[in-house]
T-cell receptor, first 114, second 114 residues
Framework: KAGVTQTPRYLIKTRGQQVTLSCSPI?????VSWYQQTPGQGLQFLFE???????NKGNFPGRFSGRQFSNSRSEMNVSTLELGDSALYLC?????????????FGPGTRLTVT | AQSVTQLDSQVPVFEEAPVELRCNYS??????LFWYVQYPNQGLQLLLK??????LVKGINGFEAEFNKSQTSFHLRKPSVHISDTAEYFC????????????FGEGTQLTVNP
C-alpha cells in the first residue's frame, strides 16, 4: 500500500506570495491533518479534514486555510507569506471514522520564504 | 488544554547501551499517548501508542514505554540501542474530544555513538 505523499517536497517563495501544498492520503483513509514544524515552535497542529469538512482547527491565523476533495486528497493554502511561515509542513492521514489515533505521516513539504 | 514536556533535548549514548527518553504530560482529562520517531528529511513514524489496557506498551524496533498515571509520565525505553536509532523522538498526546489532533513535545535528539 502506498504511503502518504506530499507535493512538492521543496518550495521557495517570496514574502507576500501565496502557496498551495498538496497531500494524498493512504488509500481508504478519509481524514487528513496538517502540522507545521519549525525549530522554534516545534510541531503544531493546523487543521484536520474529514469527508471534505474541517473537523478540527488549531490556533493559526486565517492566512492558513485548507480543503479536502471527494477523493480525500487535501490541500493547504497560505496567503500573504511571511518569513515566519518558513517551516516543514507535514500531513498525516488516518481512517477517520471511527476516529483513529493511528496516524501516518508524509515526508513533508519544506517551505522557505525569502 | 493539554501539554507535553520532554525532559531532555539531547541524549547521547553508546551503541548497545540502554536508553530512556523521558516524557511528562499535563491534562485535565484522560489522554492517549504516543511516541513518534523522525529520521532526517523524513516525516514522523509511529513507534508505539497507549490507548488503554496494559500500561507497558511494546512498539516497533525494540522500543517500549510505560504509562504512569500517578506520575503523568510516558517514558520510552530500549535495552540496547543501535547506530540506526539515531533520530529525533517526539512524545505526543491526544484527548477523546479533540479527534486525532496531536499535541507534541519539543522532541529529544537521540545520538548513538560507536
Amino acid at each position: 500500500k502506498a504511503g502518504v505523499t506530499q507535493t512538492p517536497r521543496y518550495l521557495i517563495k517570496t514574502r507576500g506570495q501565496q502557496v498551495t501544498l498538496s497531500c494524498s492520503p493512504i488509500s481508504g483513509h478519509r481524514s487528513v491533518s496538517w502540522y507545521q514544524q519549525t525549530p522554534g515552535q516545534g510541531l503544531q497542529f493546523l487543521f484536520e479534514y474529514f469527508s471534505e469538512t474541517q473537523r478540527n482547527k488549531g490556533n493559526f491565523p486565517g492566512r492558513f486555510s485548507g480543503r479536502q476533495f471527494s477523493n480525500s486528497r487535501s490541500e493547504m493554502n497560505v496567503s500573504t507569506l511571511e518569513l515566519g511561515d518558513s517551516a516543514l509542513y507535514l500531513c498525516a492521514s488516518s481512517l477517520g471514522d471511527p476516529i483513529s489515533y493511528e496516524q501516518y505521516f508524509g515526508p513533508g513539504t519544506r517551505l522557505t520564504v525569502t | 488544554a493539554q501539554s507535553v514536556t520532554q525532559l531532555d533535548s539531547q541524549v547521547p549514548v553508546f551503541e548497545e547501551a540502554p536508553v530512556e527518553l523521558r516524557c511528562n504530560y499535563s491534562s485535565s482529562v484522560s489522554v492517549y499517548l504516543f511516541w513518534y520517531v523522525q529520521y532526517p528529511n523524513q516525516g514522523l513514524q509511529l513507534l508505539l501508542k497507549y490507548l488503554s489496557g496494559s500500561t507497558l506498551v511494546k512498539g516497533i524496533n525494540g522500543f517500549e514505554a510505560e504509562f504512569n498515571k500517578s506520575q503523568t509520565s510516558f517514558h520510552l525505553r530500549k535495552p540496547s540501542v543501535h547506530i540506526s536509532d539515531t533520530a529525533e523522538y517526539f512524545c505526543a498526546v491526544s484527548i477523546k474530544t479533540s479527534g486525532s489532533r496531536l499535541t507534541f513535545g519539543e522532541g529529544t535528539q537521540l545520538t548513538v555513538n560507536p
